[in-house]
């Protein structure tokens, strides 16, 4: 079996809708993929419509925005229970967060580029969570840049001009709110320095002892140092390892199916859920 654990939507910052990921999850020569928008689960119901047309697996996900001390940490969390209060309503004041600093980052670009807000909301579905990448859309549609990749080098890293902070759960307690909505959390990406500062294994180690499930070992931003650390983390925590694409549609460069899971680590996953929301199978 073919399984990746890590995908987007237009219900946040991917290109293709819920319906469209299955599709290209079938082209790819997936059995299962799991769609993991950033704090939202609004497009679990369109792809799980899509399951029995593709023959695609839909595991049902979402990545929690968190940060510890400023540092940006990415949590994926499979199998929750979505109406589970405690995780949705810190989700709610993510998404909200983000909003605002969707909104300052524009204010602090639009006298050198000319950016308006109407044109980062083009760039977005209707209910979709917001961000800089659709902030980095509207430049490339701006003709600014060419891609999301220059957008994000030149006008909104972490340390530019134009940057604007955003309230984010510290991950330990994000942990703790995957685990109380019944699912199984796994720290995305846990060494993308490329993407910046990355937290020390002190942090994991804290994640751990709060219920942390595994790490996204293989992912085509860890290089081959970060990967053998990752993995080496996760034999000595007791954790599962996971392989992902991240997959963004045309909005990273990342494809379906570049990095897989291995079907024994879906099966735990499975299992240690309680939340009763299960995998969609054809």
């Not at 995957?178 to 990406?189: I, S």
């Not at 595994?214 to 650390?229: I, K, S, W």
């Amino acid at each position: 079996m073919r399984i990746d654990l890590h995908a987007h939507s237009t219900e946040s910052d991917g290109t293709l809708h819920p319906a469209a990921v299955m599709a290209a999850a079938q082209r790819a020569g997936l059995d299962a993929v799991a769609l993991t928008d950033h704090d939202t689960t609004r497009g679990w119901p369109g792809a799980a419509a899509a399951v029995p047309a593709t023959g695609v697996a839909l595991v049902p996900g979402i990545e929690v925005s968190c940060a510890h001390r400023g540092i940006s940490v990415h949590l994926l969390g499979y199998l929750i229970d979505p109406s589970e209060p405690g995780l949705l309503q810190e989700i709610e004041r993510a998404r909200e967060s983000r909003l605002t600093r969707a909104r300052r980052i524009v204010d602090l670009l639009g006298p050198d580029t000319g950016l308006r807000w109407d044109e980062v909301t083009a760039q977005a579905a209707p209910g979709a969570t917001l961000g800089r990448p659709h902030i980095a859309d509207a430049l490339v549609a701006r003709g600014i840049v060419a891609s999301r990749e220059e957008a994000f080098e030149h006008y909104l890293h972490s340390r530019s001009r134009y940057h604007a902070s955003h309230y984010a759960p510290d991950p330990v307690h994000a942990v703790e709110l995957v685990r109380a909505a019944g699912g199984v959390p796994v720290m995305a990406h846990p060494f993308a320095a490329q993407r910046g500062r990355i937290v020390d294994d002190e942090v994991i180690e804290r994640m751990a002892d709060a219920g942390l499930a595994g790490l996204e070992v293989y992912h085509r931003d860890h290089d081959v140092e970060a990967t053998e650390h990752a993995a080496d983390l996760v034999k000595r925590l007791g954790l599962l390892a996971t392989g992902s694409s991240d997959f963004h549609g045309a909005g990273k460069p990342n494809r379906l199916g570049e990095h897989t899971t291995d079907p024994q680590v879906l099966t735990a996953i499975e299992t240690r859920a309680t939340s009763g929301t299960a995998v969609m199978r054809p």
